[in-house]
């Protein structure tokens, strides 16, 4: 059973860093991509950042473009990152990250979030003004 667990969530004052984690288990994740979306009180799941497997390309919504980070650590059980600097209030939600084993034939399925099959819990990053 495949099992995504985030990690790295809290409460920080705007301006700070967070770096969020994402370990895969329950099959070989050496061939798959990953997606971090977000979600706010009252909002619709939005598409944050995603590292495609396929050709190692990263991709990252506008509103985090200079500030964010998504990398993969394939000595660590390829654990997925969010690096989150210079966090501002309307960063504030509950981040998922999500994963998908297909191959990538064009990078817009990676802003979906219903292209993902594999989703974690979700972990709440709360930035004070």
């Known amino acids: 059973q495949v099992q995504l667990v985030e990690s790295g969530g809290g409460l920080v004052q705007a301006g700070g860093s967070l770096r969020l984690s994402c370990v895969p288990s329950g099959r070989t994740f050496s061939h798959y991509s990953m997606g971090w979306f977000r979600q706010a009180p009252g909002k619709e799941r939005e598409f944050v950042a995603a590292?495609?497997?396929?050709?190692?390309?990263?991709?990252y919504a506008d509103s985090v473009k200079g500030r964010f980070t998504i990398s993969r650590d394939n000595g660590k059980n390829y654990t997925v990152y969010l690096q989150m600097n210079n966090l501002k209030p309307d960063d504030t939600a509950v981040y998922y990250c999500a994963a998908n084993f297909e191959i990538v034939t064009g990078k817009e399925s990676l802003f979906v979030a219903s292209w993902y099959d594999y989703w974690g819990q979700g972990t709440q990053v709360t930035v004070s003004s």
């Open positions: 590292h495609s497997y396929s050709d190692g390309s990263t991709y």
